[in-house]
């Protein structure tokens, strides 16, 4: 990195306040000011990303404090950096909120990483009250500094009087009151926001929030508090390359695939190509490895099911012995049939006896620490998380892929599916671990 480039990062009094379209709007209001920003999203979500990326023209990654040693933490934000004037990072749920003592949260990504860091709260149902909540968080704070708040989704003038009256008794710094407006309303589903690229008016909504935000929020106190990076080089090979040519598949059925791994493959000389279960596409017939992320096959469990070039071109390279891994919809989309949320049941690839349901709806969440028990397609201990609400009705005969632990390091079992050379798990691998 040249270095110049400086940080901060944007947390939430707690989930749906509103962050990711605040900071969507926070990145293009500095672009329009003639800052070169990039973004970076704390936690293993998928989904925010892309809206960031949306904001700022650029790829944004994943900054996980759970999953992440500190040096690698370092390394990925400071490569983000490279060549931004300023990297904002969004944070995950509230402030202090993650795994068993703290870990994973987005206070303990500030302490890391020594970024400033800005509080949003909604002040839905309060006023002067919004106030106590920035103090009370300010006061919970260690190893980093809450250097403001910002009020969102504030109501009238009088509203906005009794907010500023509040702050007024406070330590911390009231830098912006964004008042409610309907026209930055996004839907979700049950993973959270629909997906960026399922969003027609997107950029008109990015756009209503920087005009927001340039009316409301003071941009330059904000830009004065971001912190310089340091000069830290990331390592390339904390997750080698599956091979050395490696198919992924991409669409919105499958497109939870972290931009950190696919950094490190390709810094590690690995040659990466997608393709479209969803167009009914084939891999490339001379990739070492063929990768099914995440994402939403549920969505779309009839179109894959009659993707018969698809399947056949799956089937063909696990009769050869190509290396195939699925991970979570990737996973489901292995197995024999997945059952959609009405009951039918769809025909899968059939590559591991597996029948999955989301018409039996089960919420699974939370970190986890993996030690693979098969020889692939990971060695050593790993940092992961799972997010799911499908459920396994059946499986058949085949090896275990992880031993699984949750956060507090309390034992889940082994899961995941292994037969040949296919293999997957309802897991999400995030990093290696220390």
């Known amino acids: 990195m040249k270095g110049g480039s400086k940080a901060f990062l944007i947390a939430g009094g707690s989930s749906h306040s509103g962050k990711t379209v605040l900071t969507a ?13 990039k973004a970076a999203k704390c936690g293993p979500d998928y989904i925010d990303p892309r809206f960031l990326e949306a904001a700022s023209g650029a790829p944004a990654i994943n900054l996980d404090p759970f999953a992440m040693r500190p040096e690698r933490l370092r390394a990925l934000a400071a490569r983000q950096a490279d060549g931004a004037d300023v990297l904002v990072v969004e944070g995950v749920m509230g402030l202090y909120d993650g795994g068993a003592n ?7 990504l500030a302490a890391t990483l020594a970024f400033p860091t800005f509080l949003v709260v909604a002040a839905n149902g309060m006023s002067q009250s919004t106030a106590a909540v920035a103090e009370g968080f300010a006061r919970m704070a260690q190893g980093f500094s809450l250097a403001g708040a910002i009020v969102n989704r504030a109501g009238s003038e009088r509203h906005q009087g009794l907010i500023q009256e509040g702050f007024a008794r406070t330590s911390v710094p009231l830098i912006g009151i964004v008042p409610r407006d309907e026209r930055l309303a996004l839907p979700s589903r049950h993973l959270g926001l629909v997906q960026a690229e399922e969003h027609q008016t997107l950029d008109a909504v990015i756009e209503a929030s920087a005009e927001l935000i340039e009316k409301h929020v003071d941009l330059d106190t904000l830009l004065q508090a971001a912190a310089p990076l340091g000069d830290s080089r990331a390592n390339a090979a904390d997750l080698p390359p599956l091979a050395q040519k490696i198919a992924i598949a991409d669409d919105v059925a499958f497109r939870f695939a972290y ?9 590690s000389g690995a040659e990466i190509s997608t393709f479209s279960p969803l ?45 195939i891994y699925g ?11 997945l059952i959609d949320a009405e009951g039918e049941r769809h025909e899968m690839l059939g590559l591991l006896p597996l029948v999955t349901s989301f018409a039996a709806r089960r919420l699974h969440l939370g970190y986890r620490r993996l030690t693979p028990l098969a020889d692939r397609p990971f060695a050593g201990p790993l940092g992961g998380h799972e997010f799911h609400y499908a459920s396994i009705v059946s499986e058949g005969p085949a090896e275990r892929l992880f031993d699984s632990r949750d956060a507090a390091d309390t034992p889940l079992g082994e899961v995941g599916l292994c037969r040949g050379s296919v293999s997957g798990s309802f897991l999400h691998v995030i990093d290696r671990a220390s």
Request: net charge positive; with cysteine.
């Open 25 to 37: 709007g926070l990145i293009r209001a500095l672009i329009r000011r003639g800052q070169k920003v």
């Open 102 to 108: 703290g870990l994973g949260s987005t206070a303990s």
């Open 259 to 267: 931009p950190h791994w696919l950094a490190d493959w390709r810094a």
């Open 279 to 323: 167009a009914d596409d084939a891999p490339a017939e001379d990739a070492g490895a063929i990768f099914l992320p995440g994402g939403y096959p549920e969505l779309y469990a009839g179109k894959l099911a009659a993707a018969t070039t698809f399947k056949r071109a799956m089937r063909n390279a696990a009769s050869k012995g190509q290396l």
């Open 327 to 337: 991970e979570c919809g990737g996973f489901m989309t292995l197995g024999d049939a």
